[in-house]
Each structure stands twice: as structure tokens, then as C-alpha cells.
């Protein structure tokens, strides 16, 4: 099916369009608009009930039409090099020339490039035909440069008039431009008839919601429940509407039962979420309720509950994890993708880099979500109190074990995760029994004799080089098992300015502090970036409630105080060792200036710290003045 243009044009714009078009009339279908702004609205309406898909139009005719139609409004691309290619030759009939804008002046790059090429111009900004005219009649100008409608104008005045088109090339490009839009915007709305569709024919009662609650859409379903047209429902909140689907709680909700007109329905809020972006609305569902349901719910709701108590649940999610750099983003996207898999995943990177919060989001966001979340650290258990964590025992196993036995982590985490912390730790002897775990997906008590099936999906992590250890320290194949999905997540100190992003995020959640209006100096922004944050996330939690702690004593946020507090919170000593770091006694002078700029010392405390005597400071830096 061929592509459907309507290109709305004028003038002398016309003659160009047109060559064009009968250049390409047997790949598209051209519906062609003649005419300026209001005037042409008409024949654009028609145009768009005979099938058009995108508009293209020039100047002030694609300003005033994207106001009224809601399909897209392309410009005919005019280039730089078709500016100066227009006032060039403008130039060559006249030595003054006026370029003419509607509404917006010439953007103050192109203004400086015509400086530079000493093809200054003077400027009309019109917003009507009769300013046009007033404006054109009155300036001392006799060229002038623009849309058609300028180059019309200045002709029936007398004077020149240059059309900023300089050639076909621009028209044809975005002509193409708007063929590509159109199969995008076909394919977009092949996928939504088809999730249409899927609504429509759901037994399932589906309603969109924005943030606020308001009814963005709804299938048929919904209609019957409340006895009223979709067109009255979308929009209006949904308290309104259904007050009965409000939950009393504004948390995520599992699921909960409803009477709408005397039916009981289950309903359930899905959270609908752009990438790791925030939030951008729900999806409620509700279904018949039924004994089989009410069975379903109320052994869902126990087993929550148990896991709950006993601790086994993830709390967080991948919109807790904060930072809007190229590699925090990334490692995202890539732990996103990971979620959507049972493959097992070792996640690597330093101390405090926030591992265990990976871990979280991808159990919350992969298939096992409902399921368990047990988490254990390798390292803060000897070896064989380890061993009968993970497996569990039998009764008798070993002196004073628990009568009757007790379950392992394995068989708890059944149907969910099992987070092994700090796994580089674990002493040799026990990675075989957990490669044969891992591997058969079965366990045995301590002490036992019966094979226990587990269905368990493996994160571990570590902030060791598990490839590189030596056999004896870390198994090779036990490496390959943990590793089937790498992640690593990096440091603080190389994501860009998250730091910032992160500190004002838990100055807001500090109560000690009241962080209304309040922002950090750009001094205090660099000591943050300059710092190499060598305990990651914690240490800058633990520099922040530090601060905060500094900042309750001053009533009022003054900036050298503000500095001093945060110089304290990381510690003199080690900010230094990091501000001193890229200079040597060749650049002593700049190590001078950074230690008077950064942590406002004066020559005495420079001094000492560059281990130099004050008149060798002051013969430095009269040098460097020099």
C-alpha cells in the first residue's frame, strides 16, 4: 500500500514541490494543498478523510496547521547550507537584504555563521499578512529572503524577493522523511489494533489509569460491569466512576476482592513502568471471583504472609536503584534483560556498589517474583554451619541440631532465588556439594539419605575475581555454573555524576535535615566528583547522615559553612590524598591553586600540606603568575 502525503504549499514553493512530486508519483500518493495558512484548513481536512497519513508543509503554514490537525506536520527541511546558499545570492542583487522570519527570529548560531562569512543581514519577524506588508513597505531594503509567502509580497511591492528552497534536495529528503514516518506509524498501529483486540476479547475487565488515577482506557468488559459507554468512562477518575476499585492503601496491591452492581470480582493493580524510568500508570484487572479464585487468593495470601515473617521476601525494585550515567544505565538495560531468565548470575563489583539491590530488582522483575527471596552471606558463617544452612539436617545429625531436623535455604528458596553474598569466600570443600546442587537441582540433609528436588534460580556475588583465583581457591567449573549471566556493576567514582544524583536522594530522606530549597554549592558538587569514593554507595550514605548530622547545628544554609561540614563529613585527609593525586613536583603551582579553590586553605596550610616552606609557596606562584 502506498504512502499517503498531503503537501501544502505556495507560491514559488509550488513550482519545486511539484517537480518533485512527478518525479515520484508511482511510489506515492500526493494530495497536493495550495494556499496559506487559515485558508488552507479545508482542503487539509479533506485531504486527511481521503487517506493522507502525514502533512508536510512549509514555514508559517506547518506552525499555524500542527494546531489543528492530529496527524503529523513535517517542515520542507531548509539546511545551512541552503540559508547561506539563498542570502548569498540575495547579496548578489542588492547590498542590503532583510531575511524574513514568521514568529521566531533566525537561531543566534546561524546569526554569528553569517557574521563570521560577513553576511550580516538585517531581520523581520512578522506575525500576520499585515504586518508582513508594514514591516516589508517600510524597510530600506530591496531584497528579501524567506518562505514563499515573503517572496510573493516582496514582488507585488516591487523588490526582490529569494526563496530559501535553493533546490529539490531538501523537498525530496523530507519526503522521504515522511515515507518513513508513515511505515512506523503503520506498525505501531498494526501492534495497537492488535492489543485492541486482545482487550476486547478478554473475558477480563481491563482499565488504563494514569498516575493520578484518571481513566486513560478500558475494553468492553468494563462497560457491562458498570452499566456505561467508554466514551463516558475515559478520562474521569476512577474514583468517581468505581469507588469500590480505590484501594484503601496506595502500596502495590497483590490482589483484592470487590463488589461492583452486586458481583464479586477479583481485582488486581499492575504497575505499568517505562523502563527503569519512574512510574507512568496502572493496569487494573478484574475477574469473576469464584471458590477456585477465593482458594488461589487465600493460598497466595499464606504463603506471602510466611514468607513475610520468616523474612524471605525482596523488597526492592529496579526504580529504587538511582543514577541517570551511560554506564548505570546500561548495566540496567542489561539486568532487565537478565530478569527474564532462570540462568543463573553472578553479579561482580566492589564493596558497597549496591549488589544485593541488583539482586532484588531481577528476582522482583523476573518470573519467579512470587516466589522466595533467601539471601545468605558466604563469608559470615564458618564452613560447616554453612553447609547445614544451605542443605539443612537431619535429626542427629550432629550435636545439638535442632529435634526433627531442619529445612536448608535451598528447599526455603524453592520456587525462587537463592542469593549467595560474598560467594569467592566459600571454602573449597563445599563447592563441590554446591556444583552438584547447582547442577542436579537436588540437595541432601547433613546427615540424610534422601534426594530433595529444589527448584531454585542461583544469583551470587562476589567483589573478587573469581576467573583469576587459583583451582585450589575457586573451582573452575563451579565459576562456569555461577556465571552463565555476568554482571558488573560499576564503581561511584566512574558513573559520571550519579554521585550528585544519589547524595541529594538521601539528603531528602534524612528527617535532620530540612532539604526543601536546598542545593549544594558547585564547589561542594566538585569535592564530591573529586572524591574516589572507595566504599561506594554505603560510604556515601555514611558521608551524607555525617552531614546532615553537621548541618543541624547551623540555622540557615550558608555556603563556606556548608563546605566545611561536607570537607569534615568525607575526612580532610583522605579528600586531599584524592585532590593531590594527579600532580607531582613538576605542577605543584596547580596543586597550590586546587587546595585553595577546593578546600579554601590559606598559603600556611598550602604550604604544609605540599610539604614546602611559605616563601617557596610565595616564589611558586608569583612564577606561575608570571
Request: with cysteine; hydrophobic share 40%.
Amino acid at each position: 500500500m502506498k504512502e499517503n502525503i498531503c503537501c501544502v504549499t505556495y507560491g514559488e514553493l509550488s513550482f519545486l514541490v511539484n517537480n518533485v512530486i512527478s518525479k515520484l508519483e508511482d511510489t506515492c500518493d500526493f494530495q497536493i494543498v495550495e494556499g496559506l495558512r487559515e485558508e488552507t484548513l479545508e482542503k487539509i481536512d479533506k485531504a486527511i478523510l481521503d487517506g493522507a497519513e502525514v502533512i508536510i508543509a512549509g514555514g508559517a503554514n506547518a506552525q499555524v496547521i500542527r494546531g489543528y490537525f492530529n496527524i503529523p506536520v513535517l517542515e520542507y527541511k531548509v539546511t545551512p547550507l541552503d540559508y547561506i546558499t539563498a542570502i548569498h545570492k540575495g547579496f548578489g542583487l542588492d547590498c542590503r537584504v532583510s531575511l524574513v522570519h514568521y514568529k521566531f527570529p533566525m537561531n543566534e548560531r546561524m546569526r554569528e555563521c553569517l557574521r563570521y562569512m560577513g553576511m550580516e543581514t538585517e531581520e523581520i519577524v512578522y506575525e500576520d499578512m499585515e504586518d508582513l506588508e508594514q514591516k516589508m513597505s517600510s524597510s530600506g531594503c530591496n531584497v528579501f529572503v524567506g518562505y514563499a509567502l515573503a517572496v510573493d509580497v516582496a514582488r507585488r511591492m516591487g523588490k526582490e524577493g529569494v526563496l530559501l528552497y535553493s533546490g529539490e534536495d531538501s523537498i525530496l529528503d523530507t519526503i522521504e522523511e515522511a515515507r518513513i514516518l508513515i511505515k512506523e506509524l503503520r506498525k505501531e498501529k498494526e501492534k495497537n489494533e492488535f492489543v485492541r483486540a486482545t482487550m476486547d476479547y478478554s473475558p477480563n475487565g481491563l482499565m488504563f489509569l494514569d498516575t493520578d488515577k484518571n481513566i486513560i482506557d478500558c475494553n468492553q468488559s468494563i462497560f457491562s460491569l458498570v452499566e456505561n459507554s467508554g466514551a463516558v468512562l475515559r478520562g474521569r477518575k476512577l474514583s468517581e466512576v468505581l469507588p469500590q476499585c480505590m484501594p484503601i492503601q496506595q502500596e502495590e496491591i497483590e490482589s483484592l476482592v470487590v463488589d461492583i452492581h452486586g458481583q464479586k470480582l477479583l481485582e488486581r493493580w499492575v504497575p505499568i513502568c517505562s523502563g527503569t524510568e519512574n512510574q507512568t500508570g496502572y493496569m487494573i484487572v478484574l475477574t469473576p471471583f469464584s471458590d477456585y479464585k477465593k482458594a488461589e487468593l487465600d493460598y497466595r495470601k499464606r504463603k506471602l504472609e510466611q514468607r513475610q515473617a520468616c523474612g524471605f521476601t525482596a523488597k526492592h525494585t529496579f526504580r529504587d536503584i538511582i543514577g541517570s550515567s551511560y554506564k548505570m544505565k546500561a548495566c540496567l538495560d542489561e539486568a532487565e534483560l537478565f530478569a527474564q531468565s532462570s540462568a543463573a548470575v553472578l553479579l561482580s563489583g566492589e564493596t558497597g556498589v549496591g549488589k544485593e539491590l541488583f539482586a532484588q530488582s531481577i528476582h522482583n522483575a523476573g518470573l519467579r517474583k512470587d516466589g522466595p527471596f533467601v539471601a545468605v552471606n558466604c563469608a559470615a558463617l564458618p564452613a560447616n554451619l554453612l553447609e547445614s544452612e544451605l542443605f539443612g539436617y537431619d535429626e542427629g545429625a550432629f550435636t545439638g541440631g535442632r529435634k526433627g531436623g531442619k529445612k536448608g535455604l535451598f528447599e526455603l528458596a524453592d520456587g525462587g532465588t537463592l542469593f549467595l553474598d560474598e560467594i569467592g569466600e566459600i571454602l573449597p570443600e563445599l563447592q563441590a556439594r554446591l556444583l552438584r546442587a547447582i547442577q542436579e537441582k537436588e540437595i541432601m540433609h547433613v546427615g540424610g539419605g534422601r534426594v530433595i528436588p529444589v527448584d531454585v534460580r542461583i544469583i551470587t556475588a562476589t567483589n573478587r575475581n573469581l576467573e583469576q583465583m587459583q583451582n585450589q581457591e575457586f573451582r573452575k567449573d563451579l565459576y562456569y555454573r555461577l556465571s552463565v549471566l555476568e554482571l558488573q556493576i560499576p564503581p561511584l567514582r566512574d558513573r559520571e555524576d550519579d554521585v550528585i544524583e544519589l547524595f541529594l536522594f538521601y539528603i531528602k530522606k534524612n528527617r535532620g535535615i530540612d532539604a526543601y530549597g536546598f542545593d549544594l554549592t558547585e564547589d561542594i558538587r566538585e569535592i564530591l566528583r573529586r572524591y574516589s569514593w572507595r566504599g561506594n554507595i554505603r560510604e556515601l550514605q555514611n558521608v551524607c547522615e555525617r552531614f546532615c548530622l553537621y548541618m543541624e547545628r547551623s540555622i540557615r544554609f550558608e555556603p563556606l559553612y556548608a563546605k566545611r561540614c561536607m570537607i569534615k563529613s568525607i575526612g580532610e585527609e583522605r579528600l586531599i590524598g584524592d585532590i593531590m593525586q594527579p600532580y607531582n613536583q613538576d605542577n605543584r603551582e596547580l596543586a597550590a591553586g586546587e587546595l585553595k579553590r577546593l578546600l579554601s586553605y590559606n598559603n600556611e596550610q598550602i604550604a604544609k600540606t605540599l610539604g614546602i616552606s611559605r616563601t617557596t609557596l610565595w616564589r611558586m606562584m608569583g612564577n606561575s603568575k608570571k
